[in-house]
């Protein structure tokens, strides 16, 4: 049974960078679908960046409008983990930031909560203006 834990979470001023971890446990995390989402307080849970099976698909990460050209998610199978690497951060990006799996999705574009099932207790990221 797959397990996430997410880390790298942090207090960091507006237009600075962090890089979150996803460490999968108990499976190949390359079996499957791999997405970030964040919530926000008092907002609904956000899809912001997400990729496809390695051995199913092209490779090609998705990205909401609202965090392209800033995030980059990545893989590193040897380490059975992904990453989110966030720059140039805002106020706005403040939230609890979730990695998820989905044993049967095959993304077409950003992430929707219902596409996957298994998910990590996230960690905690916080902008000051």
């Known amino acids: 049974q797959l397990q996430l834990a997410e880390s790298g979470g942090g207090l960091v001023q507006s237009g600075g960078s962090l890089k979150l971890s996803c460490a999968g446990s108990?499976?190949?995390?390359?079996?499957?679908?791999v997405a970030w989402f964040r919530e926000a307080p008092r907002k609904e849970r956000e899809g912001i960046s997400c990729?496809?099976?390695?051995?199913?698909?092209?490779?090609?990460?998705y990205y909401s409008d609202s965090v392209l050209g800033r995030f980059t998610m990545s893989r590193d199978s040897a380490k059975n983990t992904v990453y989110l690497q966030m720059n140039n951060l805002r106020p706005e990006d403040t939230g609890v930031y979730y990695c998820?799996?989905?044993?049967?999705?095959?993304?077409?574009?950003?992430?929707?909560?219902?596409?996957?099932?298994?998910w990590g207790r996230g960690t905690q990221v916080t902008v000051s203006s």
């Open positions: 108990g499976a190949t995390l390359g079996y499957y679908a």
């Open positions: 990729t496809g099976e390695i051995d199913r698909t092209d490779g090609r990460i």
């Open positions: 998820a799996a989905g044993g049967t999705t095959i993304p077409r574009g950003p992430p929707k909560v219902y596409e996957y099932e298994i």
